[in-house]
């Protein structure tokens, strides 16, 4: 949907404007749960009910019901205060038209026409249903969100890969101590070899010297199996970490 810039042409095809609904038009600026209630479903059943929420927001009209959307919910969507000041409220904007979640909100940046004093401007713009509206004060408690939950990112794959570092030291001690047995149970197999004695109980111990060996070789395996698991889970919460790093780092530079 275009950013309407102030434009008024849609009125003349709202609903309200039509001489049956005409007796409503104080109702709309009514407080009265009744009230409200008439004139939004009145508003839901309209064709430019999107028009009308925008160009309530694009205007900072924060008294009155527009696009089937009360005062509270404006003010909301704009995050600002009765007084029209901007606030950090500790609920974020919703999408003013499908009242999708602010997850489903993106700021971009535009650029002005006409010259003046401002080149570029940042709008609002749901994922779900396309609809755009330029504000400065709702473009600001999006970008909030999308940085608080970017930080809650961060801290749950930054203790994600401190979790797997321990686990990848621990599985390098764990071979370290298998490669220790392996080799001492090599050095007894090598003297028990050099042991030329063809007696019975010889015989026995080179047997259980070379199962010995082959339990530790296959002990250190399976350990080393576990470590480059350990290391390559390790390597992926990295990876993680670093682009949602990235993703922080560039939000705070762009926005």
């Given at each position: 949907?275009?950013?309407?810039?102030?434009?008024?042409?849609?009125?003349?095809?709202?609903?309200?404007?039509?001489?049956e609904?005409?007796?409503?038009?104080?109702?709309?600026?009514?407080?009265?749960?009744e009230?409200?209630?008439?004139?939004?479903?009145?508003?839901?059943?309209?064709?430019?009910?999107?028009?009308?929420?925008?160009?309530?927001?694009?205007?900072?009209?924060?008294?009155?019901?527009?696009?089937?959307?009360?005062?509270?919910?404006?003010?909301?969507?704009?995050?600002?205060?009765?007084?029209?000041?901007?606030?950090?409220?500790?609920?974020?904007?919703?999408?003013?038209?499908?009242a999708?979640?602010?997850?489903?909100?993106?700021?971009?940046?535009?650029?002005?026409?006409?010259?003046?004093?401002?080149?570029?401007?940042?709008?609002?713009?749901?994922?779900?249903?396309?609809?755009?509206?330029?504000?400065?004060?709702?473009?600001?408690?999006?970008?909030?969100?999308?940085?608080?939950?970017?930080?809650?990112?961060?801290?749950?794959?930054?203790?994600?890969?401190d979790?797997?570092?321990?686990k990848?030291?621990?599985a390098?001690?764990?071979?370290?101590?298998s490669?220790?047995?392996?080799?001492?149970?090599?050095?007894?197999?090598?003297?028990?070899?050099?042991?030329?004695?063809?007696?019975?109980?010889?015989?026995?111990?080179?047997?259980?010297?070379?199962?010995?060996?082959?339990?530790?070789?296959?002990?250190?395996?399976?350990?080393?199996?576990?470590?480059?698991?350990?290391?390559?889970?390790?390597?992926?919460?990295?990876?993680?970490?670093?682009k949602?790093?990235?993703?922080?780092?560039?939000?705070?530079?762009?926005?």
């Amino acid at each position: 949907m275009a950013i309407l810039n102030g434009q008024l042409d849609w009125q003349k095809d709202a609903a309200c404007a039509k001489p049956e609904n005409l007796h409503l038009k104080d109702s709309f600026f009514s407080t009265t749960a009744e009230d409200r209630n008439i004139t939004k479903n009145l508003c839901f059943s309209c064709d430019v009910r999107k028009d009308c929420v925008v160009w309530a927001l694009e205007s900072e009209t924060i008294w009155g019901t527009w696009g089937g959307r009360d005062e509270n919910e404006i003010r909301r969507t704009l995050s600002v205060s009765s007084e029209g000041k901007e606030v950090r409220r500790d609920r974020y904007p919703q999408c003013p038209y499908c009242a999708a979640r602010t997850s489903q909100l993106l700021v971009k940046v535009i650029d002005l026409d006409g010259g003046g004093r401002w080149t570029t401007a940042k709008v609002v713009e749901c994922q779900t249903c396309n609809t755009t509206w330029r504000s400065r004060s709702s473009a600001n408690a999006v970008n909030a969100y999308h940085n608080g939950r970017a930080s809650i990112e961060v801290k749950k794959a930054k203790k994600s890969y401190d979790a797997l570092t321990s686990k990848f030291f621990a599985a390098v001690a764990v071979v370290d101590d298998s490669l220790v047995m392996r080799n001492a149970a090599i050095e007894y197999q090598r003297l028990v070899d050099g042991d030329r004695t063809r007696t019975p109980d010889a015989e026995e111990e080179r047997t259980i010297a070379r199962e010995v060996v082959k339990e530790a070789r296959k002990v250190v395996r399976t350990n080393r199996t576990h470590m480059a698991r350990m290391d390559k889970k390790k390597q992926a919460a990295s990876d993680r970490l670093d682009k949602v790093e990235k993703v922080l780092h560039s939000r705070g530079r762009t926005q």
